[in-house]
């Protein structure tokens, strides 16, 4: 299999967003022709372009470099091969619109206790693309057998919220 090419990556990437080579050059701030360049390996991004860049396109620098692995799809375990709650882990990942990066690894089975407690949710402040994430539905989902990446959310502002059920 031939590798794929940072052009082909991008293009790819920016399709899967359903953005246009004109929304994303406007996201970018370049033009439509410079998009339409590093898609057809005429020329790449500069490089102080890439952390933005991989932000509109929901993936790290290094993927988006060819660096690592693409971020697993969503699989269904069979009943008989799931983990047990203790052994899955929570991956978060909060990438900013102002450059703020978070990226936080929470034992489902803290979550999970941090859910049963007296106030019966759990909360993390400071980011409005985290509201309204019931992270209930997320242990729920991790229960029934499902792994890789649960949730994407990207809000109005530009945050994204990635969270990932991964086996320890």
């Known amino acids: 299999m031939l590798k794929e090419t940072l052009g082909q990556r991008i293009a790819r990437l920016r399709k899967e967003k359903g953005l246009t080579q004109e929304e994303l050059a406007v996201k970018v701030d370049v033009s439509a022709q410079a998009v339409s360049k590093w898609e057809n390996d005429i020329s790449c991004p500069d490089i102080m372009l890439l952390p933005k860049l ?19 799809m969503v699989q269904l375990v069979p009943q008989k091969e799931r983990k ?5 882990v929570m991956r978060l990942v909060v990438n900013s619109s102002d ?19 007296e106030s019966g949710s759990f909360m993390i402040n400071g980011n409005e693309a985290l509201k309204g994430i019931d ?3 997320i242990i729920d989902m991790a229960e029934k057998g499902l792994l890789g990446k649960l949730l994407e959310v990207e809000s109005s502002d530009g945050d994204t919220v990635e969270i990932f ?3 320890i």
């Open 54 to 72: 991989s932000a509109i396109l929901g993936i790290s620098v290094d993927y988006l470099l060819g660096c690592e692995p693409e971020p697993e």
């Open 165 to 167: 059920v991964e086996e």
């Open 99 to 117: 450059g703020d990066k978070v990226r936080m690894n929470l034992p489902l089975a803290i979550l999970k206790m941090g859910i049963g407690s």
């Open 84 to 88: 047990n709650i203790d052994d899955l």
């Open 135 to 137: 992270f209930s539905q």
